[in-house]
């Protein structure tokens, strides 16, 4: 069985692996002593991850909705980025999330304004 390559191989990887840090982070961050500060962390940790994976989804089968749903995911990862940014100086899984959740942002917005 010969399996296609995705035109947006790049951001389907990108998806997975930002799927990957967010939960890697949420997980990392209930772990922590000062739970409390991290609750907005948390939860943008999880409703990254979540868009990512429909994201990653829509955009493996070329749905008619990719761009759509990209453009959102891209401007979740960017509030994941910048909340995970507050604590990236004292949290590495922080500082990895947030460089990870750039780059997924970058590569959702590129398949957003993708031509056919």
């Given at each position: 069985m010969d399996v296609r390559v995705n035109r947006f191989q790049n951001a389907i990887e990108a998806l997975n692996?930002?799927?990957?840090?967010?939960?890697?982070?949420?997980?990392?961050?209930?772990?922590?002593?000062?739970?409390?500060?991290?609750v907005d962390c948390i939860e943008l940790d999880r409703d990254c991850a979540d868009i990512c994976s429909l994201a990653?989804?829509?955009?493996?089968?070329?749905?008619?909705?990719?761009?759509?749903?990209?453009?959102?995911?891209?401007?979740v990862?960017?509030?994941?980025?910048?909340?995970?940014?507050?604590h990236a100086t004292t949290m590495e899984h922080c500082r990895v999330c947030a460089e990870i959740c750039r780059k997924c942002a970058d590569e959702c917005r590129l398949v957003a304004t993708a031509t056919e």
């Open positions: 692996d930002c799927i990957q840090a967010c939960n890697s982070c949420l997980t990392d961050s209930l772990l922590e002593q000062e739970i409390s500060m991290l990653m989804q829509y955009i493996s089968r070329d749905s008619r909705f990719a761009k759509e749903i990209a453009r959102q995911c891209a401007q990862c960017d509030a994941c980025a910048k909340e995970c940014e507050k």
